[in-house]
């Protein structure tokens, strides 16, 4: 898969007072981009686009590089204790991704320059929670690793977990681009985790993103690099075949890690396909062909996290998929954690 490379890149002028703001400055001026200075709050009348298809397009090969003031972290529950942003969004478009509905009508991508004050912030949040480990997501808002060549800020912070005796960074990705990683002293600080799927989803509705070959290369590379590697399932569904599916694809995946790294404690996080009023009407405008089933009639109600009601499979459907998925994936890594289905 090719590098991300946006066609427009937008400095918030304060992002250009760090060394990250100017390296990626740098990084763009010989590039074929527009580069535009203004203000992140008028960011988004740069982006052009007069239908929510062309504006969500457009939107998505735009990168604001900006600062994150944030000074008290969000809980991310069940994955990890907190969650921060090294950037937020990504260049892949997801149909059913769950950022559709909080970032507007344009959904441009950010970078944020001002890393001291991230791990200052981190930093705090594992004091205030005295000798106990405490998790950190840092992917819970976008995918840092699609962007790590321009930024190379996910590298700095698994170095910076690393040396933190109470603090564990965790990581997902749909992108494959891990070898600047490789060579990184982790400290096994870091859990890298992939996102995987069966073909028909990844294929359907995962647009710009690594295949699952590619997806699973990068995993093994990252295990056997002493990482504590993991996969997160999502979004699960009850698509056609979706027994058959899900099995073949943890044989392929069984496969491609060989026998050494099978054995090892892979972590494992279920998530059912869910979705939200909100998102539905958006997802129609964006993808109005789209084949993501939003019957609302055949889901059941369950009250979210973004404070809005999501609609999830019926209970018997749900306890099907978790004990199905669970006994695939324990019959074939016999040392794998399953640490959650939602
Ligand atoms: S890769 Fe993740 S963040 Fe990016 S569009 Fe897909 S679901 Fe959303």
Same mark, same amino acid.
């Given at each position: 898969?090719? &590098? ?19 390296? *990626? ?9 527009? *580069? ?50 090294? =950037? ?24 944020? =320059? ?43 912070? *698994? ?41 028909? =989803? ?81 997802? &129609? ?35 099907? &998929? ?5 006994? &695939? ?14």
């Amino acid at each position: 898969m090719e &590098l991300f490379m946006p066609e427009r890149v937008i400095f918030d002028p304060p992002s250009l007072e760090y060394p990250l703001g100017q390296k *990626i400055y740098d990084y763009f001026r010989d590039k074929p981009v527009a *580069i535009i200075k203004t203000g992140a709050r008028t960011a988004a009348r740069s982006i052009p686009g007069t239908t929510p298809a062309g504006m969500y397009a457009q939107a998505k090969k735009t990168l604001l590089v900006t600062i994150n003031k944030l000074s008290k972290l969000d809980v991310c529950k069940p994955s990890a204790d907190y969650q921060f942003s090294l =950037v937020s969004n990504c260049p892949a478009h997801c149909e059913y991704c769950y950022l559709q509905s909080t970032q507007g009508s344009k959904p441009y991508l950010k970078v944020f =320059v001002n890393l001291e004050d991230i791990f200052s912030v981190i930093e705090d949040h594992i004091r205030q929670n005295g000798d106990k480990i405490t998790t950190f997501e840092a992917a819970s808002l976008g995918d840092p690793l699609a962007l790590e060549h321009i930024t190379g800020s996910l590298a700095k912070t *698994i170095v910076f977990f690393a040396g933190l005796e109470h603090g564990r960074l965790r990581v997902v990705t749909k992108f494959p681009h891990v070898d600047s990683l490789l060579d990184l002293p982790h400290n096994r600080h870091t859990l890298f985790r992939i996102s995987i799927n069966t073909d028909y =989803v990844i294929s359907t509705f995962e647009h710009n993103t690594a295949s699952l070959d590619e997806r699973m290369e990068a995993i093994a590379k990252l295990g056997r690099a002493g990482y504590p590697i993991g996969f997160i399932v999502a979004p699960i569904m009850q698509h056609e075949n979706w027994k058959e599916a899900y099995d073949l694809l943890f044989r392929k995946l069984e496969e491609r890690l060989g026998p050494e790294l099978s054995r090892k404690e892979l972590n494992f996080e279920l998530i059912q396909y869910r979705f939200t009023a909100v998102a539905k009407e958006l997802i &129609l405008q964006r993808f109005p062909n789209t084949r993501l089933d939003m019957d609302e009639a055949k889901r059941s109600l369950k009250w979210g996290r973004f404070g809005r009601y999501k609609y999830v499979y019926q209970k018997e459907e749900a306890e099907e &998929l978790k004990e199905y998925l669970t006994s &695939l994936i324990l019959g074939r890594f016999p040392e794998a954690k399953v640490q959650y289905f939602t």
